[in-house]
């Protein structure tokens, strides 16, 4: 399982970012909290449906699970039809991710 959490910063020091798709990264971990890589997100800037390229591109990165603060409706729509499970989810990258490993 590969878990990918929007982030403000590229470390795992970071504080889980409010904006799921335009997140400035995304920190990409396995379920024993190995940080496997953190990517800058492609769509942090831009123009519309970042959200729905988010998705996509995540799903290209075989994720299995996304969280973010907050996920729009039109990212969680693109999601659900990759289908990829999703949480909202504030504080801390660590708090975040031992959270959602204790929720599996």
């Known amino acids: 399982m590969i878990i990918a959490i929007a982030a403000l910063d590229k470390d795992e020091s970071s504080a889980v970012s409010t904006r799921g798709?335009?997140?400035p990264y995304f920190l990409f971990f396995d379920e024993k909290k190995t940080l496997l890589?953190?990517?800058?997100?492609?769509?942090a800037v831009?123009?519309?449906g970042a959200g729905v390229a988010v998705a996509?591109?995540?799903?290209?990165?075989q994720v299995s699970?996304?969280?973010a603060g907050k996920i729009g409706d039109k990212m969680?729509?693109?999601?659900?039809d990759r289908g990829?499970?999703?949480?909202?989810?504030e504080g801390g990258i660590q708090e975040v991710l031992h959270r959602v490993?204790?929720?599996q």
């Open 21 to 23: 798709g335009r997140a």
């Open 37 to 43: 890589k953190s990517l800058k997100n492609p769509f």
């Open 46 to 48: 831009g123009g519309g």
């Open 56 to 61: 996509k591109w995540l799903a290209d990165e």
């Open 65 to 67: 699970m996304v969280v």
């Open 76 to 80: 969680q729509m693109a999601l659900e």
């Open 84 to 89: 990829l499970r999703y949480q909202e989810q």
């Open 101 to 103: 490993l204790a929720d």
